[in-house]
């Protein structure tokens, strides 16, 4: 019999062992809309909310080395609406990080519990580790967009 946690530890080791953010490009198009994210259930205004919005899902959660992945770090005492300008029409998901150190980084408790808040497009719930792309994907047509994010702690 398989151990149902090893998937999860690994997904969450995964979200948790890298950063969460890495640097992105803005990947504007001027014809493009704007993506607005309502952050709520953040614990505290200390540090930063780390923000990445991709749409490649082999590059969801962490939306690394990705050339039209949107990223944004604002202060988390001024995080509670987020814009991405100028989103090209597609498929898209969005990783949150409260990374309250402002280390750049998810930092985790016992080498996999997450110690800072994270969230996900759609409000997307995490079961046995991040969600998929497809669970955390909405589309960017030629209207603007609106994102509810409540920011969860597992610590």
Known sequence: MRHRSRPFLAALSLLCA??????????????????????????SAKGVVRACMTPHKERFPQCRNDGTTFSLVVPAGQAGELVFANVPPGQYA???????????????AMMMIPREGFGFSRDAKVVM??????????????????????MRYML
């Open 18 to 43: 890298t950063p969460l953010l890495a640097a992105a490009t803005d990947g504007t198009d001027a014809s493009g809309q704007s993506v607005r994210v309502e952050v709520t259930g953040l614990r």
């Open 94 to 108: 969005i990783a949150l990080l409260h990374d309250e150190n402002n280390n750049g980084k998810a930092d985790r």
């Open 129 to 150: 580790g991040p969600p998929s792309f497809g669970e955390a994907m909405f589309d960017v047509g030629h209207a603007p967009v609106k994102q509810a994010i409540h």
